[in-house]
Each structure stands twice: as structure tokens, then as C-alpha cells.
T-cell receptor, first 111, second 115 residues
Framework: DAKTTQPPSMDCAEGRAANLPCNHS???????VYWYRQIHSQGPQYIIH???NNETNEMASLIITEDRKSSTLILPHATLRDTAVYYC????????????FGGGTRVLVKP | GAVVSQHPSWVICKSGTSVKIECRSL??????MFWYRQFPKQSLMLMAT?????????EQGVEKDKFLINHASLTLSTLTVTSAHPEDSSFYIC???????????FGPGTRLTVL
């Protein structure tokens, strides 16, 4: 799987949009971008995934650049409950659908 | 939808005993489930891939005789930590893959403490 690079931490203001960047410059054509988050002492929670088109669901939006070398997860209105570690993962079906977790971004939403 | 449960949520055992952890997909069938381990302040590490009706595939460095995995049905996989030692104390997390989308959904985790 292509490796990803995320900032180790970032602070966000409650009620504002949180934009979480992820670089995946070695991504190949059949690899998906997945986002999960892990709140302290819980299992990871699926947020969203995409291949090349931008995606939106009830939790977040995923913006993937045209060259697919980077993406941004957008939490439209951050709340205190969004404080978590956010993982950007690139996954290939050919690799047995394994997910390789990196360090993620520790997001702290402040009042 | 896409709920995965684990049981127990926490367990404390004595060194040398065996502990079984169950992972269930509650509202979907999962041909493939995964087991991860997470030590404090570290990221999740994949231990093994479990396919229903076949032997599990273990990641490099994971002892298959110590971590026994059984995936007997499309909704249940079990991880047994045999002859547990204090260094096996960790947060064990399973995931189940929803076939139509190939998305993994994770359980809440099981915290194992070996005394």
C-alpha cells in the first residue's frame, strides 16, 4: 500500500470547519483513500473513503486532488466530540484489503 | 448499520492462562475479519487476517501458535491468546469487512491485562 503523510497534530475551534490534510504521493490507480478516526480507548470509526471523485456523507467530506497525490478530510462543523486521532490510509484490494495504520493526526477541538 | 461487537471489553488474567476474545458482525456477514493489537501511545498493528472456513494468515512476527484464530461463521471470529504473559497485555481490536464495499468496520476493542 502507498504510504501516507499526515501532520502529527492540529487544533481546531469548535463550530468551525476542520481541514485535515494527507499526502499520498505514491498512490497507484487502483488504491482507495480511507479515513478513520479513533477516540481515546475505542476502536477506530470509519468516516469516509474515495477513489478519485470527491465524496460527502453525514460525517465529512473528502476532497481528492486531480493527480490523487493528496487529499483533505473536511469536518464541516467541528464539535468537542470530534477530538480524536484521524488516520488517512491508502488501501489496495490486491493487498488483501489490509489497512496499514500510520501515526495519524491528533486533532484537538477547543471551545 | 455495520456494527461490530467484541466480548469481553476488558479482561484481567494470570500469567500462563489462556484468554478468548470474540468478534461479531451484528448486522452484516463478513467473509473476512482482521485482528489488530495496539500498545499504549502507538498505532494499530495488524496481527492476522481471518477468512471464514479457512486458516488465518498471520503477519510477520506474530506467533500463530500463541494467537489462535477461528472464523467458524460469517459473523463470528475468535482470538485466543494462549499461555498469556505480561508482555501480551494490550488493546486487541477486530474489524469485519463488509463485502459489497470492502470497508472494514471495527469493534470497540478488548483491553487485556496479564498479571
Amino acid at each position: 500500500d502507498a504510504k501516507t503523510t499526515q501532520p502529527p497534530s492540529m487544533d481546531c475551534a469548535e463550530g468551525r470547519a476542520a481541514n485535515l490534510p494527507c499526502n499520498h504521493s505514491t498512490i497507484s490507480g487502483n488504491e482507495y483513500v480511507y479515513w478513520y478516526r479513533q477516540i481515546h480507548s475505542q476502536g477506530p470509526q470509519y468516516i469516509i473513503h474515495g477513489l478519485k471523485n470527491n465524496e460527502t456523507n453525514e460525517m465529512a467530506s473528502l476532497i481528492i486532488t486531480e493527480d490523487r497525490k493528496s487529499s483533505t478530510l473536511i469536518l464541516p462543523h467541528a464539535t468537542l466530540r470530534d477530538t480524536a486521532v484521524y488516520y488517512c490510509i491508502v488501501r489496495a484490494k490486491a493487498a488483501g484489503n489490509k489497512l496499514t495504520f500510520g501515526g495519524g493526526t491528533r486533532v484537538l477541538v477547543k471551545p | 448499520g455495520a456494527v461490530v461487537s467484541q466480548h469481553p471489553s476488558w479482561v484481567i488474567c494470570k500469567s500462563g492462562t489462556s484468554v478468548k476474545i470474540e468478534c461479531r458482525s451484528l448486522d452484516f456477514q463478513a467473509t473476512t475479519m482482521f485482528w489488530y493489537r495496539q500498545f499504549p501511545k502507538q498505532s494499530l498493528m495488524l496481527m492476522a487476517t481471518s477468512n471464514e472456513g479457512s486458516k488465518a494468515t498471520y503477519e510477520q512476527g506474530v506467533e500463530k501458535d500463541k494467537f489462535l484464530i477461528n472464523h467458524a461463521s460469517l459473523t463470528l471470529s475468535t482470538l485466543t491468546v494462549t499461555s498469556a504473559h505480561p508482555e501480551d497485555s494490550s488493546f486487541y481490536i477486530c474489524s469485519a469487512m463488509d463485502s459489497p464495499t470492502d470497508t472494514q468496520y471495527f469493534g470497540p476493542g478488548t483491553r487485556l491485562t496479564v498479571l
